[in-house]
Nanobody, 115 residues
Framework: QVQLVESGGGLVQPGGSLRLSCAIS????????VGWYRQAPGKQREAVAM???????QYADGVKGRSTISRDNLLNTVDLQMNSLKPEDTAVYYC?????????WGQGTQVTVSS
């Protein structure tokens, strides 16, 4: 059974930083892509950052330059470092994985950016 478990969310002040981590069950190389989505209240879920098996990355325009996605192929983890956080970054962040058959999601972790 595929499991993606997030950690690292919380409350942070504007301008602060957070690091989200996702532990993936099994071999991370089974996935064509892994990454992070987020969903703010009243909005659709949107992609934040993706990383591919050989290392290329993609970022949403709203986080580009402020966020870094990384993966550890031995520990089967995917991390998202977010800096210079803004109130509009407030959302539930979901770990995501895609293989040849399905999409997989974690349970989500809340990130709140507020003073």
């Amino acid at each position: 059974q595929v499991q993606l478990v997030e950690s690292g969310g919380g409350l942070v002040q504007p301008g602060g930083s957070l690091r989200l981590s996702c532990a993936i069950s099994g071999d991370i190389f089974r996935y064509n892509a892994v990454g992070w989505y987020r969903q703010a209240p009243g909005k659709q879920r949107e992609a934040v950052a993706m990383i591919f098996p050989t290392g290329p990355t993609q970022y949403a325009d709203g986080v580009k330059g402020r966020s870094t996605i990384s993966r550890d192929n031995l520990l089967n983890t995917v991390d998202l470092q977010m800096n210079s956080l803004k109130p509009e970054d407030t959302a539930v962040y979901y770990c995501y994985g895609r293989d040849d058959d399905s999409d997989y999601w974690g349970q989500g972790t809340q990130v709140t950016v507020s003073s």
